[in-house]
């Protein structure tokens, strides 16, 4: 397009996707290895897939499932629960007032964004302690809202404010308070944004680990993505069940990116910082 | 603009219909408000205590209090501390590789990709992917690949060459995890630039294409300038991308060999939750959130600049 021919195309996108394409290859071919493949010839690339160390892994942690998927479901909705009413609230201009505030808070969620994790994790282990929620998953939860919360705000808001105003003055002439707009007529009509920033947080909530392993201090209570991120404290690192943990980690993407792949990429795009 | 759909709805919606609508809106405060307590208490309210922590003594028996206030001590012990002073070249380190890949790579890939055919739209969905899984499943594989006895080195070994300590040699170390972190930040670059190359103006382009002006000539004549603001701010989304890079550190080299992959992020981490000094791990979180905060206004204009032209 800007002077680069097609066959430049080819090349490039090849050479992009071998460079992309064999670690993640890696993950899943080294996952169905055995101890004794690892141990022998940890990188050939003939040997016999054996779906042992998922076994071994979902034997040991199959909690930790249990664990991520309360972990995210929970986030998820907190998330989204208050996330939509606020994205609503920052989308109607009701006065000049209001307006200015919304500027603001536009500004605050932005900064709030791009706060750094493992900054924020230091003040929130002491607000967690004081609470007595350390070492507990609503803690953790807890965590992960106040990390996704002002993301999903900013990701939503723009689903809200594509809503046709004549939509809205429509809903008024038929005598609708506001709760019933934001019920009847929000929620139907964000509800394609509402998916998109639902799976963003889930897949983003599955694969946080920093405030996981922080908070949670007793391995058994850790998700996968703690498990995972626990492997590299062992004195010697098995790189079979370690990638059978990564696969574990990538599942809900690997689930959404198959399912609604575009929207995907748009949200997150629109994310910008993440 | 794909980076800018979050900050330019804030004032384009200035639509008479939409303004003879608010007019009737009912107060929007209960909506907001859920938002408000929790992000008060918990993102908030989190970074006043930040601020009081690192002007305090705290240890890891008075996590939750009370706090002596000892003034800027905490700084000065964090100022006086040599790994300081190398996490913070570690992290220059880290952004500037950072840097020069996700633009330079991320604007030749983005160019170069952007004749949209099966195979580069197939290379940019992998791409994407990969940019979208977690980090630390990245960076378990990278560390895998890097290893000892891992693919890249029996690859070298195939064709002749003696193996690499890609992650154990302190020479070596914080480059390959700082291009591990580009290589999973770079989709997201090509990504921007790509979609800002789509919105270039064709007639011009074709104009100077017709006056014989080759892919450089174009780049840095009409291309380049056109794409400065969408540059800028991707550069100041890249620099703090570098300063939460904690990740990749703590999956590949857990800030070694040494201290020599101790980045500021990490550092603080580690000061805090290896060797429980939680006042000065804070001063060490509010050296970087200076940093942040200082690239949040030109961030902020970048988008509203971007937005307006």
């Known amino acids: 397009m800007i002077g680069v021919g097609r066959r430049w195309g080819h090349a490039a996108a090849g050479v992009l996707s071998v460079v992309y394409l064999v670690p993640l290859a890696w993950i899943v071919i080294t996952s169905l290895k055995s101890d004794d493949q690892i141990r022998g010839a940890p990188n050939a690339l003939a040997f016999t897939p054996t779906l042992d160390v998922f076994r071994e892994v979902l034997d040991v942690g199959g909690g930790a499932i249990v664990t991520s998927l309360r972990l995210a479901g929970f986030t998820t909705l907190l998330v989204i629960g208050v996330g939509v009413p606020a994205a609503y609230a920052l989308s109607r201009l009701a006065s000049p007032g209001w307006r200015r505030l919304v500027t603001i808070a536009m500004g605050v969620l932005l900064v709030l964004q791009m706060v750094p994790q493992p900054m924020a994790v230091i003040p929130l282990f002491s607000i967690l302690a004081r609470w007595k929620l350390v070492g507990t998953l609503p803690g953790v939860v807890l965590a992960d809202v106040s990390l996704l919360l002002p993301f999903a705000i900013l990701l939503l808001r723009p689903f809200v404010l594509s809503i046709p105003g004549a939509i809205f003055e429509a809903a008024e002439l038929d005598g609708t308070n506001g709760w019933q707009r934001f019920r009847y007529v929000v929620l139907p009509l964000s509800a394609n944004g509402i998916a998109t920033v639902g799976s963003i947080v889930f897949i983003l909530a599955w694969g946080e680990f920093i405030y996981a392993t922080t908070f949670l201090t007793e391995q058994t209570r850790l998700p996968v993505s703690g498990l995972l991120a626990q492997q590299i404290n062992l004195y010697s690192v098995s790189w079979n069940r370690m990638m059978a943990l990564a696969v574990l980690t990538s599942l809900p993407l690997l689930a959404v990116f198959l399912l609604a792949q575009k929207r995907l990429v748009q949200g997150l795009s629109v994310g910008a910082v993440k | ?309």
């Open chain 2, 1 to 309: 603009m794909l980076t800018t759909a979050t900050a330019s709805s804030g004032s384009g919606s200035r639509s008479p219909v939409r303004l003879a609508v608010t007019r009737f809106t009912q107060q929007p405060w209960g909506y907001l408000l859920p938002a408000v307590i929790i992000l008060g208490a918990l993102a908030v309210f989190p970074l006043i205590q930040l601020a009081r922590m690192s002007l305090s003594e705290v240890g890891p028996r008075t996590i939750v209090g009370p706090w002596e206030f000892i003034g800027w001590s905490n700084f000065r012990k964090a100022f006086g501390d040599r790994i300081f002073w190398q996490s913070v070249r570690a992290t220059g380190t880290f952004t500037l590789v950072l840097l020069v890949v996700d633009l330079v790579v991320g604007y030749l890939g983005a160019a170069v990709l952007s004749s949209g055919t099966w195979s580069t739209n197939l290379a940019l969905r992998i791409m994407v992917f990969v940019w979208a899984l977690p980090p630390i499943v990245s960076g378990s594989v990278w560390r895998f690949l890097l290893a000892g006895n891992g693919a890249i080195n029996s690859l070298l070994g195939l064709v002749g060459m003696e193996s690499v300590d890609w992650l154990s040699s302190p020479d070596r170390a914080l480059l390959s995890v700082s291009l591990v972190a580009a290589w999973a930040s770079l989709p997201f670059s090509i990504l921007v630039i790509h979609g800002g190359l789509l919105s270039l103006p064709t007639d011009v382009i074709e104009a100077a294409r017709i006056d014989g002006a080759g892919f450089w000539g174009l780049s840095r004549h009409i291309v380049l300038p056109i794409l400065r603001p969408t540059l800028a701010v991707l550069t100041v989304l890249i620099i703090l991308y570098a300063f939460r890079s904690f990740d990749f550190v703590y999956v590949m080299t857990e800030g070694g060999p040494g201290t020599v992959t101790t980045t500021l992020p990490y550092f603080a981490y580690n000061t805090a939750f290896k060797t429980y000094q939680f006042g000065v791990a804070s001063a060490l979180a509010m050296v970087s959130m200076l940093v942040v905060i200082v690239l949040a206004v030109p961030y902020m204009l970048g988008l509203r600049k971007e937005h307006a032209g």
